[in-house]
């Protein structure tokens, strides 16, 4: 019975709703994020080595998730990455069967926001991301899971109904842990912290080499975020809490 309850929880107008959502605003941050990588390059060739294209990278994220998460907040709560769902699952914000549907959504944006940079620019390369190649698949792993780990603990603070309402002090503080998070991690794993993501510009950009790193690590460190922020640092909630999900940013 709570089987047949979840399932039909996970396909009711509201939950459609929220799947629509995070499919635009994961499309339209991984658009701004991949097409920002694909502009520096070209007006760098030399773009991994410059310094200048990792900030604008950087920037590019920051600003694209906090818009992202700003519009989706108040439908889906704004995951637009399967990191993001997994965590709230793991803390019981979400159930499993919407949890599937949030990261089917968040896939199809991603690989469609790479299709759609890959058509408009007349075939020019999608970058993906790539471990640096003094790193080792379970340091990149570890470092992933760390950036991901903040940016999960995050996204639970601005959520969290006992701060208050944030507005839009959610989604600035969650863009701008990620593009910190980038600017410290981005010449040894390319700063991802979101599967979809990477998933996306790997499966457009036709290379899945160390993919692993990228669900592995952001997903671990997600999962411990959740409960750590949940059941050690913030344990007590109000009833009312329970609900990020649904529009908690």
């Not at 769902?85 to 469609?112: C, D, K, N």
């Not at 790193?135 to 940016?151: D, I, K, N, R």
């Not at 080499?209 to 997903?219: F, H, I, T």
């Amino acid at each position: 019975m709570a089987l047949t309850s979840r399932l039909g929880h996970s396909v009711t107008p509201n939950a459609l709703r929220s799947y629509l959502a995070e499919f635009i605003s994961t499309f339209l941050y991984v658009f701004a994020a991949v097409g920002a990588a694909m502009s520096s390059r070209r007006m760098m060739p030399d773009a991994a080595s410059e310094s200048s294209s990792l900030v604008a990278v950087a920037v590019a994220n920051a600003f694209a998730l906090s818009a992202g998460v700003f519009l989706a907040a108040n439908i889906s709560g704004g995951h637009l990455n399967p990191a993001v769902t997994f965590g709230m699952a793991v803390g019981g914000h979400i159930s499993i069967p919407m949890s599937i549907l949030y990261w089917i959504s968040q896939m199809l944006g991603s690989v469609m926001a790479c299709l759609l940079l890959r058509t408009a620019t007349v075939g020019q390369h999608v970058p993906t991301h790539a471990i640096a190649p003094q790193m080792t698949g379970f340091g990149a792993s570890l470092v992933e899971g760390v950036t991901t780990f903040t940016l999960v603990y995050t996204v639970y603070a601005a959520a969290d109904t006992k701060r208050g309402p944030s507005g839009v002090i959610g989604p600035l503080m969650i863009g701008l842990i990620a593009g910190a998070n980038i600017l410290a991690s981005g010449p040894f794993t390319g700063g991802s912290m979101n599967p979809a993501y990477s998933f996306g510009s790997a499966l457009v950009g036709g290379s899945f080499k160390n993919q692993a790193v990228y669900w592995v690590g952001p997903l671990i460190g997600a999962a411990i975020a959740g409960l750590l922020y949940d059941n050690v640092v913030f344990p007590a909630r109000s009833p009312d809490s329970r609900g990020i999900a649904e529009g908690g940013v």
